[in-house]
Nanobody
Framework: QVQLVESGGGLVQAGGSLRLSCVGS????????MFWYRQTPGKERELVAS????????MYLDSVKGRFSISRDNAKNTVYLQLNSLKPDDTAKYYC??????????WGRGTQVTVSS
């Protein structure tokens, strides 16, 4: 079955960096666009970044443009999210997402990012 496993979160000071990873299994990774979302308690999950199958088209949430970078390694079934110049407002649980060809959403368990001021 489809599995998405995120890692790389942690506690970091404002201005610091983290690199999140998401390893996919149970599906043909290279043929799907991949997405990173984040969520804080009491708020809806928001789309942070997306990447197409070959990485030729990227999308970012306005508030993270110029600070975050999404990439993928299809040979490793992995999508990354590089977080630079982190701000306390970036504190959230970050989730990897796949939307299947049948419009079914799959989610990992998430990885917590906490940015202290």
């Amino acid at each position: 079955q489809v599995q998405l496993v995120e890692s790389g979160g942690g506690l970091v000071q404002a201005g610091g960096s983290l690199r999140l990873s998401c390893v996919g299994s149970g599906f043909t990774f290279r043929i799907y666009s991949m997405f990173w979302y984040r969520q804080t308690p009491g708020k809806e999950r928001e789309l942070v970044a997306s990447i197409t199958t070959t990485g030729d088209s990227l999308m970012y949430l306005d508030s993270v443009k110029g600070r975050f970078s999404i990439s993928r390694d299809n040979a490793k079934n992995t999508v990354y999210l590089q977080l630079n110049s982190l701000k306390p407002d970036d504190t959230a649980k970050y989730y990897c997402n796949l939307r299947s060809s049948h419009d079914v959403d799959y989610w990992g368990r998430g990885t917590q990012v906490t940015v202290s001021s």
